[in-house]
C-alpha cells in the first residue's frame, strides 16, 4: 500500500480506491454532505438479541413504522413506534417521545438511529430480501461448500 503525502494530510492509495482520504475535515465533510441515500445506510440501528439471533443479522437501516426501544439518555427505557426518519438532521422521532412547548404544542424529540434498539421490524417483501440477504449463517453455508468431482 502506497502513501502519498498531500499537504498535512496522509492520502492511501491503493489500487482499487484511489480517493480514500484519512483526513478529518474531508471525511466531516462526506458525512455532512451525504446524499440522502448515503444517509439511510449510516443511519442504522442495532437490532435487540431475540432479532439478532432470529435473522442473523446485527443491524438494519431504520425505517417508518418500526417499533424501537431507546437505549441511551434521558428517555432510555421507553418504547415506541418510529413516526419519522428525519434524515436531513440525523435523528428519529419515537411515538410519544416528545416535549410540551409554551404555548401548548407538543414537539417530538430527535433522537440519533445508534442510540436505539429495533425490537420490532416492519417486514415487506424488499426488507425481507436485504435481511436474507444479511444473514450470516446462509453465507457461510455457501462459502464452506466444497466442490466434488
Do not use: C
Not at 502519498?4 to 480506491?17: H, K, M, N, P
Not at 480514500?20 to 441515500?37: L, M, Q
Not at 428525519?86 to 422521532?93: E, G, L, N, Q, S
Not at 401548548?104 to 426488507?127: C, E, Q, T
Amino acid at each position: 500500500m502506497d502513501r502519498a503525502w498531500v499537504g498535512d494530510t496522509i492520502e492511501i492509495l491503493t489500487s482499487s480506491f484511489t480517493d480514500i482520504s484519512s483526513s478529518r475535515r474531508k471525511a466531516r465533510k462526506a458525512h455532512f454532505s451525504a446524499p440522502s441515500s448515503v444517509r439511510r445506510k449510516i443511519m442504522s440501528s442495532p437490532l435487540s438479541k431475540e432479532l439478532r439471533t432470529k435473522h442473523n443479522t446485527r443491524s438494519l437501516p431504520i425505517r417508518k413504522d418500526d417499533e424501537v426501544r431507546i437505549a441511551r439518555g434521558k428517555y432510555k427505557g421507553r418504547e415506541g413506534k418510529v413516526t419519522q426518519v428525519y434524515r436531513k438532521k440525523w435523528v428519529i422521532h419515537v411515538d410519544r417521545v416528545q416535549r410540551d412547548k409554551s404555548n401548548g404544542a407538543a414537539v417530538p424529540i430527535g433522537i440519533h438511529p445508534s442510540k436505539v434498539v429495533i425490537v420490532n421490524i416492519k417486514l415487506d417483501k424488499d426488507r425481507r430480501a436485504i435481511l436474507d440477504r444479511k444473514d450470516r449463517k446462509k453465507n457461510q453455508k455457501s462459502e464452506d461448500v466444497e466442490m466434488v468431482d
